[in-house]
């Protein structure tokens, strides 16, 4: 996901840079100005994908302490049966 963030930038930027050379002023601005509003609405996808994959794993990390915290608990259980049948 960083890396077609990246490319995003950089084809923004060239486009930015092409304009600025070979455009004509009245057309630069208004290059300048869509360009502006596709970077911006670039971070704020980038910016909200990133807060969802941290969501996912923070989830994800959460339910791998679950099923271990589960595990020992069944294990500890299992433990405990098997001392008093011995006994």
Same mark, same amino acid.
């Given at each position: 996901?960083?890396? =077609?963030?990246?490319?995003?930038?950089?084809?923004?930027?060239?486009?930015?840079?092409?304009?600025?050379?070979?455009?004509?002023?009245?057309?630069?601005?208004?290059?300048?100005?869509?360009?502006v509003?596709?970077?911006?609405?670039?971070?704020?996808?980038?910016?909200?994908?990133?807060?969802?994959?941290?969501?996912?794993?923070?989830?994800? =990390?959460?339910?791998?302490?679950?099923?271990?915290?589960?595990?020992l608990?069944?294990? =500890?259980?299992? #433990?405990?049966? #098997?001392?008093?049948?011995?006994?």
């Amino acid at each position: 996901m960083f890396l =077609k963030h990246m490319a995003f930038r950089f084809l923004i930027s060239s486009w930015a840079i092409y304009s600025l050379i070979f455009d004509s002023f009245s057309r630069t601005v208004f290059t300048l100005m869509m360009i502006v509003c596709l970077y911006g609405m670039g971070e704020i996808v980038f910016s909200s994908l990133m807060g969802l994959a941290r969501l996912r794993a923070r989830r994800e =990390k959460e339910r791998l302490a679950k099923e271990e915290a589960e595990r020992l608990a069944a294990e =500890k259980a299992e #433990n405990q049966v #098997n001392y008093f049948e011995t006994a």
